[in-house]
């Protein structure tokens, strides 16, 4: 509940241990809602966010969800360049043409008409103040919602580039590259995030970029330490002047990362798989008023047994325990092609270790 995580947020500890889960998986939330997720969406999602005791929530449907795509299908957007594929209750968004073909075109984009709404495939609700405040009171006191900056700087080269063009402009011309591309792309970032420190009552302010692959840094880390971390502590300047904390979320390996995010003024990270070892993790986001939100690996709800799946759970758990600002929570959400007994054991795995309550299949049978 909100309460529980405005609570975590002061390092109060209340008994319930805060949770975050991406829900697309149409087969749980029909189980758990008892309604068809269709035709009543909005309804749906926030039975489910209290009965699986979700309390950090960031896709939160106003409008009921479109019909996915078939199974196997391509479905193109329109008007923008993005082909959608069946993901779950939600379609997955990927990108299929990007923002120029060559170093020399890239040098020559206007950065003026990059639109960070545009970017469909980090995107699921707008930044816009507006947007967060309705969403805020949509969700009220059943959980915390937060807006989250995809693109802090180094995911909006992915985005609008590919990673062949980005890694091959960055690598070959970097000191022109950031002047023409990250420098104008931090300014955005950083009016992205006073925006959403502004209007969000969170006390947290997510912002997002995959620095490294699972097995580590894709430059070298020092391509890093020139171009990319200089600008954090500017992004975030504003929110950080309004007491806000930093969650930083990225996937893949960021180990060699973790103390230059510390260092660059991060108070949380929500890691996205194990790639990074929950050791590494706690060792600089462990301590108090420090967060970790995490530690679930997708791999094994969709490839496991049920016993791994409680087997994990049970072991995270006894990881975290001495870390105040742990939060459980899996890494690549909960979509679709996961299996329905792997989910149901997750869950009764969290009604174990108090993240979930323990009547989460009936709970709204029995009110």
């Known amino acids: 509940m909100k309460n529980d995580v405005l609570s975590w947020a002061q390092g109060v500890p209340t008994g319930k241990l805060v949770s975050k889960e991406t829900l697309n998986h149409p087969g749980l939330v029909e189980?758990?809602?008892?309604?068809?997720?269709?035709?009543?969406?909005?309804?749906?999602?926030?039975?489910?966010?209290?009965?699986?005791?979700?309390?950090?929530?960031?896709?939160l449907p106003l409008t009921n969800a479109p019909q996915p795509?078939?199974?196997?299908?391509?479905?193109?957007?329109?008007s923008l360049p993005y082909h959608y594929t069946s993901l779950g209750v939600f379609d997955s968004v990927v990108r299929h043409t990007y923002a120029g073909t060559s170093v020399e075109e890239i040098f020559r984009l206007d950065m003026a008409s990059i639109d960070y709404d545009e970017l469909l495939t980090p995107v699921p609700h707008s930044c816009s103040p507006d947007d967060i405040r309705t969403r805020e009171s949509a969700l009220g006191d059943v959980g915390l919602y937060y807006p989250m900056l995809y693109t802090t700087l180094f995911m909006w080269a992915?985005?609008?580039?590919?990673?062949?063009?980005?890694?091959?402009?960055?690598s070959t011309h970097p000191e022109q590259f950031h002047q023409h591309f990250l420098i104008p792309c931090a300014e955005k970032s950083a009016e992205i995030v006073s925006q959403i420190a502004r209007a969000s009552s969170s006390p947290f302010v997510f912002v997002h970029d995959d620095l490294a692959s699972a097995?580590?840094?894709?430059?070298?880390?020092?391509?890093y330490d020139d171009w990319i971390f200089p600008h954090y502590p500017q992004i975030w300047?504003?929110?950080?002047?309004?007491?806000?904390?930093?969650?930083?979320?990225?996937?893949?390996?960021?180990s060699v990362f973790l103390p230059k995010l510390v260092d660059a003024g991060v108070d949380g990270l929500m890691f996205e798989t194990p790639a990074t070892p929950i050791e590494r993790v706690i060792e600089h986001f462990g301590g108090p008023?420090?967060?970790?939100?995490g530690g679930i690996s997708t791999s094994i709800l969709r490839f496991g047994?049920?016993?791994?799946?409680?087997?994990?759970?049970?072991?995270?758990?006894?990881?975290?325990?001495?870390?105040?600002g742990f939060a459980i929570a899996s890494g690549g959400g909960l979509?679709?092609?996961?299996?329905?007994?792997?989910?149901?054991?997750?869950?009764?795995?969290?009604?174990?270790?108090?993240?979930?309550?323990?009547?989460?299949?009936?709970?709204?049978?029995?009110?």
């Open 215 to 223: 097995i580590g840094p894709v430059f070298r880390p020092r391509w």
């Open 31 to 59: 189980l758990v809602s008892g309604m068809d997720v269709y035709l009543n969406t909005p309804q749906a999602y926030l039975r489910v966010y209290e009965a699986l005791g979700i309390d950090l929530v960031n896709r």
């Open 305 to 324: 047994t049920p016993q791994d799946v409680r087997n994990m759970v049970i072991e995270l758990n006894k990881h975290s325990r001495e870390c105040p």
């Open 335 to 367: 979509h679709g092609d996961l299996p329905m007994e792997n989910l149901q054991a997750y869950f009764d795995a969290r009604a174990e270790i108090n993240a979930t309550p323990q009547n989460w299949k009936d709970y709204w049978r029995n009110l």
């Open 237 to 254: 300047k504003t929110a950080k002047q309004l007491g806000k904390k930093i969650i930083f979320v990225g996937d893949g390996d960021l």
């Open 289 to 293: 008023g420090m967060y970790l939100i």
């Open 69 to 78: 795509t078939t199974s196997g299908a391509i479905r193109s957007h329109p």
């Open 158 to 170: 992915v985005e609008v580039l590919g990673w062949e063009l980005f890694m091959q402009a960055a």
